[in-house]
C-alpha cells in the first residue's frame, strides 16, 4: 500500500480504508485497527471509512470509534443494525451524528441500505430475505424520501448543516 498510494498521491485522490465486520473481511474490522494500518501507510491521501452497521457489530462504543478515527475519517457509511435505512432498527444515530458534530466532521455521509435478496450483492453479504414489507420501486423512492430527510434533520440538530 505504501507503494500504490503513490498513484492516489499523485492523482490528488484520498483512499479510503473500510472497517468491516468480522464475516465480511478478516484484516480490518474496527476503527483502532484502521486508524493503525493508515497510519502504518503514512500518507496524507489514505483516510478511514467508517460505517455504522459494521460498528454496530465491531465496536465497543460507536462514538468513541468515531472519536478514535478522528481527523482521519473521510468517509462515512450509515446503515442501520439491519442494513435498512438509519432509523429503521435499533442503532442509535442521535449519538452518533453527536460524534460527527464532536470531530468537526466535514466530509460525505453515505447511505448504505441492503434490503433485496438475491443477486451478487444479496448473496456476498448475506441478505436471505427481502427486508421491507414493499419492495416496489415506488416504494424505495418513498424510503429513499425519509432516508434523506432523516439524515438532513440529524445534521441540522447537531449543527452540522
Ligand atoms: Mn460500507
Not at 424505495?140 to 434523506?148: G, S
Request: aromatic share 10%; glycine share 8%.
Amino acid at each position: 500500500m505504501r507503494e500504490i498510494i503513490r498513484v492516489a498521491e499523485d492523482c490528488g485522490v484520498t483512499y479510503c480504508v473500510e472497517a468491516v465486520n468480522r464475516f465480511e473481511g478478516c484484516l480490518i474490522n474496527t476503527a483502532k485497527e484502521a486508524l493503525a494500518y493508515v497510519e502504518a501507510v503514512d500518507s496524507l491521501n489514505i483516510g478511514i471509512l467508517l460505517d455504522t452497521y459494521h460498528m454496530n457489530i465491531e465496536e465497543d462504543s460507536i462514538p468513541a470509534a468515531i472519536h478514535l478515527a478522528g481527523d482521519r475519517l473521510v468517509n462515512f457509511h450509515t446503515g442501520d443494525n439491519n442494513r435498512r435505512c438509519p432509523g429503521r432498527g435499533h442503532i442509535n444515530f442521535d449519538e452518533i451524528f453527536q460524534a460527527l458534530a464532536d470531530i468537526h466532521y466535514t466530509g460525505r455521509i453515505v447511505s448504505e441500505p441492503f434490503v433485496a435478496k438475491g443477486g451478487e450483492v444479496g448473496k456476498d453479504i448475506f441478505v436471505w430475505r427481502d427486508l421491507e414489507e414493499d419492495m416496489s420501486p415506488e416504494y424505495r423512492d418513498k424510503e429513499a424520501a425519509y432516508l434523506l430527510k432523516y439524515e438532513q434533520d440529524m445534521l441540522k440538530k447537531y449543527g452540522m448543516a
